[in-house]
């Protein structure tokens, strides 16, 4: 499965300290979004200090207006709120979804912790319906797990 094989590419990104952190989450977005194909849009989400929001980080894929998302909006508000991985496998039967894209189909957002505590996560849009399978919530899992080992 290509998520085995770029579990030691995501380790490796993470543990070049040559490279500073945010260089290293553009890494890792530019990995995923060029292996997986209906990875469309790869991107972090990071709590702005003690502000009920959302600040957009590193990303890559088609630009976005979306760089600041309040607490309990679209998908990755909610999953600021909730803790839990939300993945959505048809974005327009979603009430309270941001659209950043009329491609957009799909998306899966995973949580960050560090400590405990969920300081951001990894959102990807797919233009692909519902493509996005357990096995990517546990790679992504395992993703978020690597890169909580390089945020302060």
């Known amino acids: 499965m290509i998520f085995e094989a770029l579990k030691p590419q995501v380790s490796q990104i993470v543990s070049n300290t040559e490279k500073t952190v945010n260089e290293r989450l553009l890494n ?52 600021a709120v909730s803790n839990k991985n939300f993945v959505v496998p048809d974005v327009s039967a979603q009430d309270n979804y941001i659209a950043c894209s009329i491609t957009v189909k799909s998306e899966i957002v995973i949580p960050i912790f560090v400590d405990g505590k969920n300081i951001g996560q990894i959102d990807i849009d797919s233009n692909t319906p519902d493509p996005f399978t357990e096995a990517d919530e546990r790679f992504l899992e395992y993703v978020c797990n690597e890169v909580s080992k390089i945020l302060p």
């Open 28 to 79: 890792i977005c530019e990995l995923l979004e060029t292996h997986i194909e209906y990875y469309n849009w790869v991107g972090f989400y990071f709590r702005n200090g003690d502000k009920e929001e959302l600040l957009l980080g590193p990303y890559v894929g088609a630009p976005t207006d979306h760089t600041v998302i309040p607490f309990g909006k679209g998908i990755c508000g909610q999953v």
